[in-house]
């Protein structure tokens, strides 16, 4: 079983900051991309920000210069350091997983996980 849990979340008044982090446990062997999306009331799920197991990063356009992505593959863990907030930022934000787990004794499975969300709230 994999379990992806994001913590940080909160209420901050537009300038400020605020880092989420998620941490990704469970019978896994490897964790291949990792991500950041968020989503309004009323839109779409978006990506924020992604990072691979190799460091390599994309970022959304509205966030790039003011968020932070960045990973601890020996924690199986990511982060995103939120700068510069703003009320548009507000949002429910979600850590994803793209992750490799045996499945059987010969089969090896490639699945996206996700966590439960965390709440980002703006202030102006």
């Known amino acids: 079983q994999v379990q992806v849990v994001e913590s940080g979340g909160g209420l901050v008044q537009a300038g400020g900051s605020l880092r989420l982090s998620c941490v990704v446990s469970?019978?896994?062997?490897?964790?291949?991309?990792m991500g950041w999306y968020r989503q309004a009331p009323g839109k779409q799920r978006e990506l924020v920000a992604s990072?691979?197991?190799?460091?390599?990063?994309n970022y959304a356009d509205s966030v790039k210069g003011r968020f932070t992505i960045d990973r601890d593959n020996a924690r199986n863990t990511v982060y995103l350091q939120m700068n510069s907030l703003k009320p548009e930022d507000t949002a429910v934000y979600y850590c994803?997983?793209?992750?490799?787990?045996?499945?059987?004794?010969?089969?090896?499975?490639?699945?996206?996980?996700w966590g439960q969300g965390t709440q980002v709230t703006v202030s102006s």
């Open positions: 469970g019978t896994i062997l490897s964790i291949n991309r």
């Open positions: 994803s997983a793209n992750a490799f787990l045996r499945e059987t004794e010969f089969r090896i499975k490639n699945t996206d996980y």
């Open positions: 990072i691979t197991s190799g460091g390599s990063t």
